[in-house]
Every structure is written in C-alpha cells, then in structure tokens.
C-alpha cells in the first residue's frame, strides 16, 4: 500500500510563507506524477498544483505566481513553497500521487493525512 506523509503546516500570518513536504513511500516515486491540494471547511477539495515524472508543473490560478511545486527523487519527496499567503489558503492541505507519470493521471487513489495549515494574524 502507497503510504503519503505530509509536513511542514502551522500557523502564519498573512504575507508570510511555509513549505510543505510529502514523502511517498512503497511506490517507484520518479515514475508518478504528483499534486497538492487543499480543502477548506465545507467546501470540495481542489487542485492547487501539480508536477509529472518529468518535472513538468501545473497550477490552480489562484496560487500561480505564488506557489511552487518540486520534486527530489531521490528522496521520494514533494515539495510545496507557499509564498504570500494569505486568509483565503486556510485549509487542510493533502498530496495525492498520480495513476501514472503525466499531471493529467491526477487524482490517483491514494492520499496523505493533510497538514493544516492556517493564515492569520
């Protein structure tokens, strides 16, 4: 069983930043694409980004320009930079590993716990 284990959540104020980490494990990491995505209380989860097996990212516009994703194979992890955070990127936030390499085999079936991660002052 594919096992995601996310990091790096807490709380921070508004304009600040924070990185996230998910670790994959029992799973040929570099062969599989990857996403995070988030969900706030009472609302469906969604994509914010997404990378392929070859390094390729894509991104929810309401974290383009803000938001990196990445991925070191090496150590079967991926990684979210959040950069100006503000009130609204309140929620959970879980990464998800694809049904294959491409972004677009995301949603795969298998999810981390999510790390919360909350903007406030």
């Known amino acids: 069983q594919v096992q995601l284990v996310e990091s790096g959540g807490g709380l921070v104020q508004p304009g600040g930043s924070l990185r996230l980490s998910c670790v994959a494990s029992r799973i040929s990491f570099s062969r599989y694409a990857m996403g995070w995505y988030r969900q706030a209380p009472g609302k469906q989860r969604e994509l914010d980004a997404r990378i392929s097996d070859g390094g390729f990212t894509n991104y929810a516009d309401v974290v383009k320009g803000r938001f990196t994703i990445s991925r070191d194979n090496a150590k079967n992890t991926v990684y979210l930079q959040m950069n100006s955070l503000n009130s609204g990127d309140t929620a959970a936030y879980y990464c998800?590993?694809?049904?294959?390499?491409?972004?677009?085999?995301?949603?795969?079936?298998?999810w981390g716990q999510g790390t919360q991660v909350t903007v406030s002052s």
């Open positions: 998800n590993v694809g049904r294959g390499g491409s972004y677009y085999d995301l949603p795969g079936n298998y």
